[in-house]
């Protein structure tokens, strides 16, 4: 039960997210009077969940590699932290970013444990917050003129021209809800992936139903209670605080904001740029509210600007800014109570009798060629969770055969490389339990049961 209460601050976190997101996706809708509030929560809801659960894992792996949060209480206390910071966000009105809350609180665990930032992940996290607001601004500006154009050369009468509006604001609206499940589950469970308390699972024997798919649900309900409960303050906000809309201007706004974050979370359209050899998009959590108040922006600027409210905007750029700063900020506090004060373990710490961690490829090559999973020292070597393994796995000191032990554990952590050449090892059950620092110099150590 352990595990499922430090669940919880990641159901809180999805919660925070619920209420405050569904502005990003349906405000204008809402705003405009198109689509009523208790309708847009329930398409919401639905359409996040499946994003969430069947589209969630590619954004996940950035989000990792920025700062691998490998103890429970760790990965508690940060998404907790987060998850307090966007509440109080959504309190004040502010469309604010997950994405930026949960940046904050790995950067404040890695200065708080004294460990590694990736600063490529970083930097392609940071990138993304400055590309994120100018796509979405751009896209719906020349989504805004081709709509204008089109309805002004349609002749559609008033009332057909609502009916479309009102269906295409209920199609767009699921989209944008099915693309922030996709993007921003990752911010709501990603930390919690290494120590997933699901495990695969078959239904009817047909279909096959992920660990990582079972948590991501769980987070994606979470959002729909945000939803439904907290989230009406920042629709009113982004439905109206920022410009007034027309039923074509909020479906604009919807797409546009809904496209962007569809590019930052589809590992189909990565795939299939690069077999057509073109550059793609990092897969990375990126701001649901950067990426609706740019499109909100293009469209005001097309109209020249005079209608922005950038009394508001200055208060929503605030929020952005402090968002991560608090976060961390409330991070780094929040693990000193936790680790001195509840006695939790906040970080795993590996023992000094360890090699520092490696990926799999180097540490299998290396012990092709000298002692597998050993360093010259006959430490043994620890894994990452590299390449899609689940979670940091110490390769266990099992035999005294420097083959059958590295071999062992490589496949106990999830990777099956290819026998090294030669005669076959022995069989990991005639291995000796206990590894000595110092094995007998043999040209071939044999592995003998201990009594």
């Known amino acids: 039960m352990g595990i499922f209460f430090f669940l919880s601050s990641g159901l809180f976190l999805g919660w925070s997210l619920g209420a405050n997101h569904t502005g990003n996706v349906f405000g204008t809708a809402v705003g405009s009077r198109m689509v009523r509030f208790e309708t847009a929560a329930v398409i919401c809801t639905v359409f996040v969940i499946l ?49 930026e809350a949960m940046v904050g609180g790995i950067l404040g665990w890695n200065f708080y444990t004294a460990s590694a930032t990736d600063p490529a992940a970083l930097g392609r996290i940071v990138g993304t917050w400055a590309i994120c607001p100018v796509l979405a601004a751009a896209l719906a500006a020349l989504l805004f003129l081709g709509v204008r154009a089109w309805h002004r050369r349609s002749g559609m009468h008033l009332l057909a021209m609502d009916s479309l509006t009102r269906w295409g604001l209920l199609a767009v609206g699921a989209f944008g809800a099915y693309s922030l499940g996709a993007n921003n589950i990752a911010n709501v469970m990603g930390v919690f992936l290494p120590d997933n308390p699901f495990h695969d699972l078959t239904i009817g024997g047909l279909i096959r139903v992920t660990g990582a798919q079972q948590l991501f649900f769980l987070g994606a309900a979470a959002i729909g209670v945000g939803v439904f409960t ?12 920022v410009m007034r809309f027309s039923p074509l201007a ?30 793609t998009l990092p897969l990375v959590p990126v701001s649901s509210s950067q990426a609706v108040i740019g499109a909100i922006i293009g469209i005001g600027l097309v109209r020249g600007g005079r209608e922005l409210r950038w009394k508001t905007l200055g208060g929503i750029a605030v929020g952005w800014v402090a ?12 693990l ?10 906040v970080v795993q710490r590996h023992p000094a009798a360890l090699h520092p961690v490696v990926s799999v490829e180097r540490a299998w090559a290396a012990g092709v060629q000298s ?18 393994l689940p979670g940091r796995v110490p390769i266990p000191a099992m035999c005294a055969c420097p083959a059958t032990a590295g071999r062992t554990a490589f496949l106990a952590a999830g990777y099956s ?15 000796n339990r206990t590894v000595s620092r110092h094995p007998p110099k043999k040209e071939r150590p044999e592995c003998e049961p201990r009594d």
């Not at 907290?230 to 605080?241: A, L, W």
């Not at 496209?259 to 359209?269: M, P």
């Not at 968002?323 to 929040?334: K, Q, Y």
């Not at 000193?336 to 373990?345: A, D, K, L």
């Open 323 to 334: 968002t991560p700063v608090l976060a961390g900020v409330l991070t780094f506090v929040s």
């Open 336 to 345: 000193f109570f936790v680790e001195n004060v509840f006695r939790q373990e």
């Open 417 to 431: 490389p290819p026998a090294p050449a030669g005669p076959p090892a022995p069989s990991a059950s005639t291995c």
């Open 250 to 279: 909020a479906l604009v706004v919807v797409l546009a904001h809904s496209i962007v974050l569809f590019l930052f979370a589809s590992e189909g359209l990565e795939h299939l740029l690069i077999r057509l050899h073109l550059p």
């Open 51 to 99: 994003g969430a659960t069947f589209s969630g894992a590619g954004a996940a792996h950035t989000l990792g590699r920025l700062g691998s949060v490998n103890a429970l209480a760790g990965a508690f206390t940060v998404s907790l932290s987060a998850a307090l910071t966007i509440a109080l966000m959504t309190r004040l009105g502010l469309p604010v970013s997950t994405s």
């Open 230 to 241: 907290y989230s009406r303050r920042v629709i009113e906000t982004v439905g109206g605080g």
């Open 371 to 388: 002692g597998i999973g050993r360093d010259p020292d006959h430490r043994i070597l620890s894994v990452p969770a590299d390449r899609g």
